[in-house]
Nanobody, 119 residues
Framework: QVQLVESGGGLVQPGGSLRLSCAASGRISGIFTMNAMGWYRQAPGKERELVAR???????NYADSVKGRFTISRDNAKNTVYLQMNSLKPEDTSVYYCNYHTSSTIDYWGKGTLVIVSS
């Protein structure tokens, strides 16, 4: 009932920046009202981990590993969340997944976008 379209991944050198976008569409009202949207990542052989998320209240939280380097924001009019990633490190290389968490505790996931940080 909720579709997520991610964009913005790619190859970047260490120290560089990328901005990821995730647009939500479909039934995003009622029980599908957004409680939080965020970004998770999963590297090969590792578990998926939270990177950053923003709640409907506007509050945010971040993984310790990205604090001070990544910023999550949203455009309510476009139902879109952004992840600005600065000072990227090789260890940030991963597939990044957008997550949409509803007020009725249903989770929707995007297909993922690959970020590679390498010289």
């Amino acid at each position: 009932q909720v579709q997520l379209v991610e964009s913005g991944g790619g190859l970047v050198q260490p120290g560089g920046s990328l901005r990821l976008s995730c647009a939500a569409s479909g039934r995003i009202s009622g029980i599908f009202t957004m409680n939080a949207m965020g970004w998770y990542r999963q590297a090969p052989g590792k578990e998926r981990e939270l990177v950053a998320r923003i709640f409907s209240s506007g509050s945010t939280n971040y993984a310790d590993s990205v604090k001070g380097r990544f910023t999550i924001s949203r455009d309510n009019a476009k139902n879109t969340v952004y992840l600005q990633m600065n000072s990227l490190k090789p260890e940030d290389t991963s597939v990044y997944y957008c997550n949409y968490h509803t007020s009725s505790t249903i989770d929707y996931w995007g297909k993922g976008t690959l970020v590679i940080v390498s010289s």
